[in-house]
């Protein structure tokens, strides 16, 4: 597998053949202006000629995939990584039953030294790891707010395969685990520079922002060279887990103590809702209760009695003869017959 | 009795922290208090190994040329209104991660100031930046996607000019309905002075046909005529006033006659030298030359004869 590569890398026929297949017009016009292009290399600083044999040094190859029982949008995901970058390679799913160490033997016999892992738990969240495979430090995250590339809202282009620009926030310099993650997101996102399946131009940007302690992640095309951009795609939010010294274990070396894991926050939601049923029943157990306790006596006030004045006695009147009945005014009007 | 538990809490030793003769010598201190002790565990504390942070940082670099690595560390493009620089403003102007249109900006700014930063020094480099216009590469997003989204962007587009044109065109009926009431208006009451006109010359008041000739000087014209204006001030004069009052066919004129007290005492019209004979009187055709009667003709004639 690498004798051929190496192969590739060294015929300049060959070159040619691949960049006819890269390109989406085969027609012959094309063909003849990339000829025309290539022949007046250097006069005109347009198109640069193909990668020039022993120029790609910085080999490094990312392994993107994913374990079993993930969603459309994690594919998709998983697809459009694949595609922005060309250093990448993809495999099979992993089954859940093996142990994460696996990883880092896939990794071998694939030659590649970087690793994207997605991990779909519940069918309902999704974890990503990124790796340095065989010793170095690796890290885990909860990844939210998936958009993929396919989105209609999202309409900018790029060349697949050019070269993107990474921006961080300032906020990355500040701590040492922030530190350690920006290179390692830097070694795995950017591609290398004259690598084969790469194209020549800068034509777009990959942010990393972090903000609510999380790394928010954007890709923007860039229209002009004074910093017109259009999103691109795709976007999502890394919420960091754990930091490892070792690719896929080993001790951990940070903790993010503002994560809380998506179960947790479910039981949490949950249980707001069963407390509200809760408190609203606890009060009525309570007023049933009190009502059913006897009435407080208060005992007899001997200083209240002190005022009290008694009033003359009237005499007794006894009625013998019924009273009148009263005339109801309003029966008045309730006649009885009505008039037809 | 004895050895049991002591075997038991030999075992047990092996797995506690805290051996038992350490126990007696915390309790002949006086540091243990009767009752159970329970060891408890602490809040639980994030690990942060700053240390082991750091030197796996420094093992895992690579000192890679800041070409093959394209990064930037640069916070977001001051906004355009507003540019104060001093902390206190930075705090305070922190995004809030839930509003999503300040964020999504502050992000935007950040890719913004990257760029601005890196395409200077790219050009330096002589890394090419720009993709000329003839150059056709496989882009990241299909033929097709890119259709597709500039459907739906046209036909968002296309809703809502049609929604606005609806809006003006409901506002241009609601104006167009003020107008036509406004020229129905117009044309009745031209109609009603035409007939006011028309009605006069029959009955003999006036005897011009000016009316017929079309508005020469309508109201509206008059009023916009600053020379015309001192004549329309006075208008028609108090006789003319008197007698449209009487005699013309607008105004109240159901109550104007009554014969009443004070119509009866009203001697107003009363002119004294017209009554007794003396005043002007107003020369007609049959006083200067009256035609004697019948029978003074025929005497006349007999005497002539």
């Known amino acids: 597998?690498?004798?051929?590569?190496?192969?590739?890398?060294?015929?300049?026929?060959?070159?040619?053949?691949?960049?006819?297949?890269?390109?989406?017009?085969?027609?012959?016009?094309?063909?003849?202006?990339?000829?025309?292009?290539?022949?007046?290399?250097?006069?005109?600083?347009?198109?640069?000629?193909?990668?020039?044999?022993?120029?790609?040094?910085?080999?490094e190859r990312v392994l993107i995939f994913s374990s079993r029982g993930i969603n459309f949008r994690t594919r998709h995901l998983m697809q459009d990584l694949r595609m922005l970058m060309p250093h990448s390679k993809a495999d099979t799913k992993m089954d859940r039953k093996d142990k994460l160490s696996v990883i880092n033997e896939v990794c071998e016999m694939k030659n590649c030294n970087k690793c994207i892992y997605f991990e779909a738990k519940k069918k309902q969240d999704l974890y990503m790891w990124l790796s340095n495979s065989p010793h170095g430090p690796s890290a885990k995250f909860l990844v939210q707010n998936i958009h993929t590339l396919a989105e209609l809202k999202l309409t900018g282009n790029c060349l697949k395969g050019s070269r993107p620009l990474l921006s961080f926030d300032p906020a990355f310099d500040e701590s040492p685990h922030y530190a350690l993650l920006k290179e390692l997101l830097i070694q795995i996102f950017c591609t290398p520079r004259y690598h084969p399946r790469s194209q020549p131009f800068e034509d777009h940007v990959f942010t990393f922002t972090i903000l609510d302690n999380r790394i928010w992640f954007r890709n923007f095309q860039i229209i002009e060279e004074d910093a017109a951009l259009v999103e691109i795609g795709p976007r999502f939010v890394l919420n960091l887990i754990k930091i490892f010294q070792g690719s896929f274990g080993g001790p951990t070396l940070y903790e993010n103590p503002h994560y809380q894991s998506p179960n947790m926050h479910r039981h949490i939601m949950r249980s707001i809702t069963a407390a509200k049923y809760k408190d609203r029943q606890?009060?009525?157990?309570?007023?049933?209760?009190?009502?059913?306790?006897?009435?407080?006596?208060?005992?007899?006030?001997?200083?209240?009695?002190?005022?009290?004045?008694?009033?003359?006695?009237?005499?007794?009147?006894?009625?013998?003869?019924?009273?009148?009945?009263?005339?109801?005014?309003?029966?008045?009007?309730?006649?009885?017959?009505?008039?037809? | 009795m004895d050895t049991p538990p002591a075997s038991g809490s030999d075992s047990d030793s092996d797995d506690s922290l805290v051996t038992d003769r350490e126990l007696?010598?915390?309790?002949?201190?006086?540091?243990?208090?009767?009752?159970?002790?329970?060891?408890?565990?602490?809040?639980?504390?994030?690990?942060?190994?700053?240390?082991?942070?750091?030197?796996?940082?420094?093992?895992?670099?690579?000192?890679?040329?800041?070409?093959?690595?394209?990064?930037?560390?640069?916070?977001?493009?001051?906004?355009?209104?507003?540019s104060q620089s001093t902390p206190q403003d930075k705090d305070q102007r922190a995004v809030d991660p839930e509003d999503d249109f300040q964020r999504e900006m502050s992000f935007y700014r950040q890719a913004q100031a990257a760029v601005l930063a890196v395409l200077p020094r790219l050009h330096q480099l002589k890394v090419p930046t720009k993709r000329p216009t003839d150059y056709f590469a496989e882009m990241a997003k299909s033929d097709q996607q890119m259709q597709k989204i500039r459907q739906k962007l046209q036909t968002k587009q296309a809703a809502m000019e049609k929604s606005e044109k609806a809006k003006q065109l409901r506002a241009l009926r609601k104006y167009g309905k003020k107008v036509q009431t406004e020229v129905l208006q117009k044309r009745q009451r031209e109609k009603k002075h035409m007939m006011n006109a028309i009605k006069k010359y029959q009955k003999g008041f006036s005897d011009k046909l000016d009316f017929l000739e079309g508005d020469q000087k309508p109201v509206a014209q008059g009023m916009k005529d600053k020379a015309k204006g001192q004549q329309m001030k006075k208008g028609p004069s108090a006789k003319r006033r008197y007698k449209n009052q009487k005699f013309g066919f607008g105004g109240k004129k159901k109550g104007s006659k009554w014969n009443t007290r004070e119509s009866y005492d009203d001697v107003s019209s009363f002119r004294a030298k017209t009554a007794h004979g003396k005043g002007p009187k107003?020369?007609?055709?049959?006083?200067?030359?009256?035609?004697?009667?019948?029978?003074?003709r025929e005497k006349m004639k007999t005497r002539t004869r």
């Not at chain 1, 306790?293 to 209240?304: G, I, K, R, S």
């Not at chain 2, 309790?27 to 408890?40: A, T």
């Open chain 1, 1 to 59: 597998m690498v004798a051929t590569k190496r192969k590739r890398h060294g015929d300049l026929a060959i070159q040619a053949k691949r960049r006819k297949q890269n390109k989406k017009d085969a027609g012959s016009l094309a063909k003849q202006h990339d000829m025309a292009k290539e022949a007046e290399e250097e006069g005109t600083d347009c198109i640069p000629g193909p990668v020039s044999k022993g120029k790609w040094k910085n080999k």
């Open chain 2, 282 to 296: 107003k020369p007609g055709k049959k006083g200067l030359n009256k035609r004697p009667g019948k029978r003074a």
């Open chain 1, 282 to 340: 606890q009060v009525k157990d309570v007023q049933k209760l009190r009502k059913k306790e006897p009435m407080t006596v208060l005992p007899h006030d001997p200083t209240a009695d002190v005022f009290a004045t008694p009033a003359e006695e009237k005499p007794i009147e006894i009625e013998w003869v019924k009273p009148e009945p009263k005339v109801d005014l309003k029966m008045r009007k309730k006649k009885v017959y009505k008039r037809q």
């Open chain 2, 24 to 82: 007696q010598e915390a309790f002949s201190r006086g540091l243990l208090k009767p009752g159970l002790n329970v060891v408890l565990e602490g809040p639980k504390k994030a690990a942060n190994d700053v240390t082991g942070l750091k030197q796996c940082l420094a093992e895992f670099k690579r000192d890679l040329d800041w070409v093959e690595r394209l990064d930037v560390t640069l916070g977001p493009v001051p906004e355009a209104s507003g």
